[in-house]
């Protein structure tokens, strides 16, 4: 009597992710991985940004050679990553404070060269917080000296270790505990906010790029093309909150997936201000689809709101706009 083997488990190094194409296998299962960020921190179930972290950091030492030094802001990942006297990185690692991360990665980078060590590379990293609004001035100032550093913003779009306030990165009509679901037009104000790595293309630096924890070869193939650059750099992660968000912590990365695929979050690639690659949607999906299992968004499809219905509108419509302006539909007909 024969029986078939099934091997169920391909997201880590075991027998069956081995049998797969190397194309179609994750990105956990190289022996060669660092675990830059490894466990035992204290983020919660379904943390994007510990995701998002671990991954971009790994592929960053793996592109240096583990010649590398992290500068990281104040925020959840910082907070939830070293709770004194312990920590969760293996790799050389600053704390500091808000808004100066920029700054002293760009310190950092000056004293390597200074001590003929330019072969290590600094990144630094921030949630959306200390990139958007706190540490905004340092970032501009990073980029306007075209320091050598990469800047990773985690976005998760709010303040979310102090309470869920609504950040520069927060998306209109969203419900934060600055912006609650109250009056005619409850949730986040349109017209407001800021697009990052719009602005740091307009700095003419080297290389800005976004990413998706939805997609991780793609992540981090844009962080490895980045540490082979020098001068300043930035990528734009998306990190879903699943505390902040109103979110199941299982949903992380479907999440993720949806803001790409409705056309919220495009994925792009841009050098010296220029776009020069997007990664296409492959299915496409209304807002709808994303906003609905989050509870910060849980009054558009209230029915006593009579201007839900006009909100998702015109979050359509932002996405409609992605699309066009990033190409991300490509020979599908026009948005």
Known sequence: MTQTVKFYQTGTLTVGNRLLDEARRTVQSSIDRSNALTSGHRACQGCGEALGARYAIDAAMRATQGNLVCVNATGCLEVFTTPYPETSWQVPWLHSLFGNAAAVAAGVAAAMRVKGKPNVRVVAQGGDGGTTDIGFGCLSGMFERNDDVLYICYDNEGYMNTGVQR???????????????????????????????????????????????ADLHDLEAKVTKAMGIHGARYIHIMVPCPLGWGSASHDTVKLARLAVECGLFPLFEAEHGEVTASRPIRRKVPVTDYLKPQKRFAHLFNPDNP?????????????????????????????
């Open 307 to 335: 201007n839900g219905g006009e909100a998702i509108a015109r979050l359509q419509a932002m996405a409609n706009a992605n699309m066009r302006r990033y190409d991300l539909l490509r020979d599908e007909e026009a948005v």
């Open 167 to 213: 950040s520069s990165a927060t998306p209109p009509a969203a419900r934060t505990a600055t912006t609650p679901a109250v009056g005619e037009a409850p949730g986040n104000v349109f017209g407001t906010g800021k697009n990052v790595p719009r602005i740091a293309m307009a700095h003419n630096i080297p290389y800005v790029a976004t990413a998706s924890v």
